[in-house]
């Protein structure tokens, strides 16, 4: 069973950086790829991030590339995604998704979630 717990999320100025945390409390973390999406105010779920079970794939929505860092520690059953020159319009709240085969980008392909964990960046 996988159960994920977000972590990390704050109120952060534009220009600034937060590091997420999600923990996933099963046993078979090291099965399933993971993945951060979030949902910015009024808006509909977005992919940010994923990465394979090995952590050798990763892949990136077009809007954090180059800014955002997604990785993994399979010995923790931890995934993280390390956000630098944050952006007024990365505000949203972010979640953590696991699912049992290879990385995809659509929220609908992931069957595990956490409850979310709020980020806000001032401009």
């Known amino acids: 069973q996988v159960q994920l717990v977000e972590s990390g999320g704050g109120l952060v100025q534009a220009g600034g950086s937060l590091r997420l945390s999600c923990a996933d409390s099963?046993?078979?973390?090291?099965?399933?790829?993971m993945a951060w999406f979030r949902q910015p105010p009024g808006k509909e779920r977005e992919f940010v991030a994923a990465i394979s079970l090995s952590g050798g794939v990763t892949s990136y929505a077009d809007s954090v590339k180059g800014r955002f860092t997604i990785s993994r520690d399979n010995a923790k059953n931890m995934v993280y995604l390390q956000m630098n020159s944050l952006k007024p319009e990365d505000t949203a709240v972010y979640y953590c998704?696991?699912?049992?085969?290879?990385?995809?980008?659509?929220?609908?392909?992931?069957?595990?979630w956490g409850q979310g964990t709020q980020v806000t960046v001032s401009s």
């Open positions: 099963g046993r078979t973390f090291g099965r399933y790829a």
């Open positions: 998704a696991a699912r049992s085969t290879r990385i995809g980008v659509r929220a609908g392909e992931y069957a595990y």
